[in-house]
């Protein structure tokens, strides 16, 4: 059993035996080929949640400071990110921003399944907001299917400000995969923005989350 293996099956044990959360739509994951996971955002916990949870690989993006703590702790952090298969990135940089789409690009050219919030930044007020429209770039430069993801309750685990993980029941739902023409990295902006809304109105049918028709912003301390 591989590093990521093993830091996937204890994770999920972990989850299960503390959190017995409810998760649907199994089923509906597609078993190989790359695979574009978009889910809605309410704690800091939920990429590793669903890296856990899914049935095969999923990368997601997570802080670069994860990776570059020093002493134990840090070495710790590092290899628990560098385990669930987590990429480092560069937070609130536009040239950072783009990297961050070319390499989710470079991982499904290459058949992976990926993570995204269309949201960006987490929601501190339960509000599902607008997406951007990187994830709709995605979708239709690769012609990857998009898997929707809403999850329920999983703010309870880590309520923003806090340091302390409290073990909460929480609801993972996985909808039906969504297929786009895939049209190249040619395609229009108002192209873009129809297919990431119809990604949102599906993870919005699966959280139950009450919308918001602006961004999310990030707060000025993350």
């Avoid at 710790?76 to 298969?85: Q, T, W």
């Avoid at 992976?112 to 930044?121: D, K, M, Q, R």
């Avoid at 809403?150 to 609801?171: C, D, S, V, W, Y």
């Amino acid at each position: 059993m591989g590093i990521y293996d093993l830091t996937r099956s204890s994770t999920r044990g972990l989850i299960a035996g503390l959190c017995r959360p409810t998760v649907e739509g199994l089923d509906q994951v597609p078993a190989e080929g790359p695979l574009i996971v978009a889910a809605n955002h309410l704690s800091f916990l939920d990429s590793v949640l669903i890296q856990a949870l899914m049935p095969r690989p999923v990368a997601f993006f997570a802080k670069a400071e994860y990776f570059t703590g020093r002493g134990i702790k840090g070495k710790a952090m590092r290899s628990f990110f560098e385990g669930v298969g987590s990429i480092p990135v560069e937070r609130g940089q536009q040239a950072a921003s783009v990297q961050a789409l070319k390499t989710l690009h470079e991982l499904l050219e290459s058949g992976n399944g990926i993570g995204i919030y269309p949201e960006g930044t987490r929601s501190r007020d339960g509000l599902l907001y607008r997406g951007r429209t990187g994830v709709g770039w995605l979708a239709l430069t690769t012609g990857a299917p998009v898997l929707p993801v809403g999850l329920i309750g999983t703010e309870n685990l880590q309520p923003a400000g806090q340091k302390r993980i409290k073990p909460q029941h929480f609801t993972m739902r996985i909808g039906t995969p969504l297929y786009f023409e895939k049209t190249g990295p040619g395609h229009s902006l108002p192209a873009r923005r129809q297919v990431t809304d119809t990604i949102m109105d599906s993870i919005a049918a699966l959280s139950g989350q009450q919308r918001s028709t602006s961004y999310n912003q990030s707060p000025v301390l993350e």
